[in-house]
């Protein structure tokens, strides 16, 4: 199979959805932070003819009508070492939990990495699925996300995982 890619309507909005081969490669919010590049997409197909793009789909589906608490499939985000430890480290961060860059940074022994690791969270290349909305600030804030702040809120409300209260962005 050959990269490609669909975009499925969800309440999130619309998710640009990259597989490659048997594996997802990505997952983009509309306006997301940091896209992949045109030529990094792939052939468009249609979702509902991709295996594993309507499996994406279907465990997505799960996961907001609160019946998937994980997602159970195989992944092929592009990285680099450093960005690999850091998303390896997002997977293990329980659903309605959250932790702190800083506490990562902890965890791969040098919490003054914290502003590194911030960079590999914000280049995350699967959103939900690899839960980069679940790091917050050190005083428990809500920040950046590469598909907004206001999607974070909701995908930690969702989970219902304590949100410090900031004013409403929209």
């Known amino acids: 199979m050959t990269r490609r890619h669909a975009t499925l309507t969800t309440p ?3 998710l640009l959805v990259v597989a490659d081969g048997n594996a997802l ?3 983009y919010f509309p306006g997301h932070r940091h896209p992949p ?10 979702a509902r003819g991709d295996a594993l793009i309507t499996r994406f ?8 009508e609160g019946a998937r608490t994980t997602f159970d499939l195989p992944l092929a985000p592009i990285g680099d070492e450093f960005q ?9 961060i329980r659903f309605g939990e959250t932790t702190t860059y800083g506490a990562l940074a902890a965890r791969l022994g040098d919490r ?33 996300y590469a598909g907004g702040l206001e999607r974070k809120r909701r995908l930690l409300e969702h989970e219902g995982a304590a949100v ?7």
Do not use: K
């Open 12 to 14: 999130l909005g619309d």
């Open 25 to 27: 490669a990505g997952i």
């Open 37 to 46: 590049a045109a030529d990094a997409i792939g052939v468009e197909v249609d």
């Open 57 to 64: 789909g279907e465990q997505l589906a799960e996961y907001l």
């Open 84 to 92: 690999h430890a850091v998303w390896a480290m997002l997977r293990d």
């Open 112 to 144: 003054n990495l914290a502003r590194r690791v911030g960079g590999a969270v914000g280049r995350n290349p699967l959103s939900i699925v690899v839960p980069c909305h679940r790091v917050v600030g050190a005083d428990g804030s809500l920040t950046g």
């Open 164 to 170: 410090v209260a900031q004013a409403r962005l929209f």
